[in-house]
């Protein structure tokens, strides 16, 4: 295997599928149980923002019951041990890649453990439910207190970081992501533009396939493990 400097990992649902999250677009996925214009843009937090906030408070009560799987684990251990530059982008909201030890990552669509107050900006770690009668103890003023996460319609978080770090890649491994939701979906382009190496780990080939070099087709937990082997053999 070619030698590399600096990865760049991108990881969607798919990675967190088998610590028993759902994914969005599966079958049974969130999005066939739930109409995104409902629950995930600022608009239906304007129009109804116990709904959304219910939503958020259901897979808030999902993301701190489970742990991280082996391909978490796998990849907290590329960041410990390869030579080179790793950084992890990741569109999850969950915890479980700094759970399994990834300390180099950026989550991009926000974070289901925090809180962010709609009316000053300010952010919290937040663990338990949240209601639309709840009062920022930054700003004192009631019903903002919102997910930190981000919405359709909304800009995902860091994303000059995540465009530096694409720049300069020379390797570029997307994990667990169906490739629809940009500019996420985007990012492998970017890294080709580098001239980055683009491999795909993912359970079937996605929106995104023909971007990628190589494409490696399975569950996370058993292809990601093997390919971090792989690369930190090589
Ligand atoms: P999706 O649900 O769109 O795609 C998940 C991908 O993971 C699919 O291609 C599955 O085939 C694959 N997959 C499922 N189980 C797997 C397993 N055990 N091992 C490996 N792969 C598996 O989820 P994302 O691509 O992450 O954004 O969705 C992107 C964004 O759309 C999310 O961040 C969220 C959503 O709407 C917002 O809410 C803003």
């Known amino acids: 295997m070619t030698t590399y400097e600096r990865i760049v990992i991108l990881t969607g649902a798919g990675l967190s ?69 790793v950084i992890t982008v990741t569109q999850n909201i969950d915890p479980l890649h700094e759970w399994a030890g990834t300390k180099n990552l950026i989550h991009m669509h926000g974070e289901i453990l925090k809180a962010l107050c709609a009316h000053c900006g300010a952010r919290k770690p937040w663990e338990e439910d949240l209601t639309v009668d709840l009062v920022c103890d930054t700003c004192h003023r009631a019903g903002g207190m919102r997910p930190d996460v981000v919405w359709f319609g909304e800009m995902p978080y860091r994303m000059e970081e995540i465009y530096d770090a694409l720049g300069a890649c020379d390797l570029f491994i997307s994990v667990g992501t169906s490739g629809n939701v940009y500019p996420a979906a985007g990012l492998v382009a970017e890294a080709r533009a580098a001239g980055a190496y683009t491999v795909e780990l993912n359970l079937e080939p996605s929106e995104g396939i023909s971007m990628f070099a190589e494409a490696i087709h399975g569950k996370a937990t058993v292809v990601v493990p093997a390919y971090v082997a792989k690369l930190l053999n090589s």
Request: aromatic share 8%; glycine share 4%.
């Open 17 to 85: 599928a088998e610590s028993g999250l759902d994914t969005f677009r599966d079958q049974n996925g969130i999005w066939a149980k739930h109409n995104i214009e409902d629950v995930a843009t600022p608009e239906a937090f304007a129009r109804d923002p116990q709904t959304v906030l219910d939503f958020y408070n259901a897979r808030r009560r999902s993301a701190r019951h489970v742990r991280p799987n082996a391909a978490h684990v796998a990849l907290a251990r590329l960041e410990a041990d390869f030579p080179g530059s």
